[in-house]
């Protein structure tokens, strides 16, 4: 798994956890071993700019999602074929006042953003309930086989 992670912004992050789950969702998806995910970290306002750019809406956003090949989960049979999976962008500030709203850090909340943008790659959305009610059930799932595992780790 190609996984490349490049924090611009100007709060440090775990990034090495945020690699390790990035890896855990796509391996939980059945993603083929070579396929390549890019993960930047940017600032409120270069997020605001894409926000603006890409989905017309104001002001920044705690996570974006931009696929490429438009590659959709595997099975334990078939995984998905090689390729490029896309890009996420996360917004640590954002992510921090998310986090401390909800109670908890915010590390936790860029877990659960980058899982989020997994998901978007591989092609679930949120918008109508069915979708948002499947799309969040695995994002939990996954956020929970991850806690488990890094447990084990320690």
């Given at each position: 798994?190609?996984?490349?992670?490049?924090?611009?912004?100007?709060?440090?992050?775990d990034?090495a956890?945020?690699l390790?789950?990035?890896?855990?969702?796509l391996?939980t998806?059945?993603?083929?071993?070579?396929?390549?995910?890019a993960?930047?970290?940017?600032?409120?306002?270069?997020?605001?700019?894409?926000?603006?750019q890409w989905?017309d809406?104001?002001?920044?956003t705690?996570?974006?999602?931009?696929?490429?090949?438009?590659l959709?989960?595997?099975?334990e049979?078939q995984?998905?074929?090689p390729?490029l999976l896309g890009d996420i962008?996360?917004?640590?500030?954002v992510?921090?006042?998310q986090?401390e709203?909800?109670?908890?850090s915010?590390?936790?909340e860029?877990?659960?953003?980058?899982?989020h943008?997994?998901?978007?790659l591989?092609?679930?959305d949120?918008?109508?309930p069915?979708?948002?009610?499947?799309?969040?059930?695995i994002?939990?799932d996954?956020?929970?086989?991850?806690?488990?595992q890094?447990?084990?780790?320690h």
């Open positions: 798994m190609s996984i490349e992670i490049n924090n611009e912004s100007t709060i440090p992050v990034e956890a945020i390790r789950l990035a890896a855990f969702a391996d998806m059945h993603v083929h071993a070579d396929a390549e995910l993960i930047v970290l940017v600032d409120e306002g270069a997020m605001e700019q894409l926000h603006v989905m809406e104001p002001g920044p705690d996570v974006l999602s931009f696929p490429m090949d438009e959709r989960p595997g099975t049979e995984e998905t074929p390729g962008v996360l917004c640590p500030q992510a921090k006042e986090a709203t909800a109670g908890h915010t590390l936790d860029l877990l659960l953003l980058t899982t943008g997994v998901l978007h591989l092609g679930f949120h918008a109508e069915a979708e948002e009610k499947e799309m969040f059930g994002q939990r996954i956020l929970i086989g991850f806690a488990m890094e447990r084990q780790r």
